[in-house]
């Protein structure tokens, strides 16, 4: 009688610790770069709307690292017409996981912060994006709200940031 007892208690903590696994198992979400998660300073301007000036800009078809055409929303800095503004991007999340994937074509350099929210923890990094392009920031507080802020950093010549899309690794809490 005990031993099936122990097969009994074996079976049922096997059960319990595979739904486990399968409740707290990891996911991807992909925002592409007109995601409207996405916030741009200066704002993105409308696809559609011809007379608008911003430091960001959309380009369609344009190739990707692997060579598939996709969507790249671009600048290549501060414009008059939108009063010098310095081109920013924000995206407020829950994961564990950040993957920022450039352009084959982007060269800029830009201030990487993350900021995790209630701990008020902030982390800064340049980055050349010449030399990566794809971002990573790894073991996230998923507990807490980070906000992610991108600053393009004028250089002495032009360059461009090119922001093709952002993956996060988050806890499918099914």
């Not at 829950?94 to 074509?105: K, V």
């Not at 807490?144 to 690794?169: A, K, P, Y």
Request: aromatic share 10%; glycine share 4%.
């Amino acid at each position: 009688m005990p031993h099936c007892l122990f097969q009994l208690f074996l079976s049922f903590y096997l059960l319990i610790s595979t739904v486990a696994l399968a409740v707290s198992a990891q996911q991807q979400v992909v925002l592409g770069s007109t995601d409207p998660d996405l916030v741009y300073l200066p704002s993105l301007c409308n696809v559609s709307n011809t007379g608008c000036f911003s430091a960001w800009q959309i380009y369609f078809d344009f190739p990707s690292i692997d060579g598939t055409p996709v969507i790249v929303t671009s600048t290549t800095g501060p414009i008059p017409q939108d009063g010098n503004a310095v081109p920013q991007l924000f995206l407020t999340f829950r994961a564990s996981t950040l993957y920022l994937r450039t352009s084959p074509l982007s060269n800029a350099t830009v201030n990487f912060s993350l900021t995790a929210d209630p701990s008020g923890v902030t982390i800064t990094k340049q980055i050349n994006t010449n030399i990566s392009q794809l971002i990573i920031a790894d073991n996230l507080p998923e507990s807490q709200t980070t906000t992610l802020g991108v600053t393009f950093l004028q250089g002495v010549s032009s360059t461009r940031f090119d922001v093709e899309s952002i993956t996060l690794n988050v806890t499918d809490s099914r």
